[in-house]
């Protein structure tokens, strides 16, 4: 297996870029930080006790729901 490089990674997202990068798109023209009062105010729950780990950003997670219902569009198009 090939070692990875110091500039494998910006070179691989380079490469998506030229492509055609949905999520890069989508970041463009879209102004997330907007969706997090919004969200934060929907999802916010009480802590339960000292201790747990910290909750996933509630943007980043937005963010996973709209590709997944892109793509999910998307594969049952190509069908």
């Known amino acids: ?3 990875r490089g110091l500039f ?5 997202l380079n490469i998506l870029s ?3 990068d949905n999520l890069e798109t989508l970041n463009k023209k879209i102004n997330w930080e ?16 000292l201790g747990g780990r910290p909750a996933y950003d509630y943007v980043m997670m937005f963010k996973i729901i709209i ?3 892109l793509y999910s569009a998307y594969f049952r198009q190509c069908r």
Do not use: S
């Open 34 to 49: 907007l969706f997090r009062p919004i969200l934060k105010k929907a999802l916010k729950k009480e802590a339960k006790g």
């Open 67 to 69: 590709l997944q219902r």
């Open 1 to 3: 297996m090939k070692e």
């Open 8 to 12: 494998d990674e910006e070179e691989r």
């Open 18 to 20: 030229k492509l055609g």
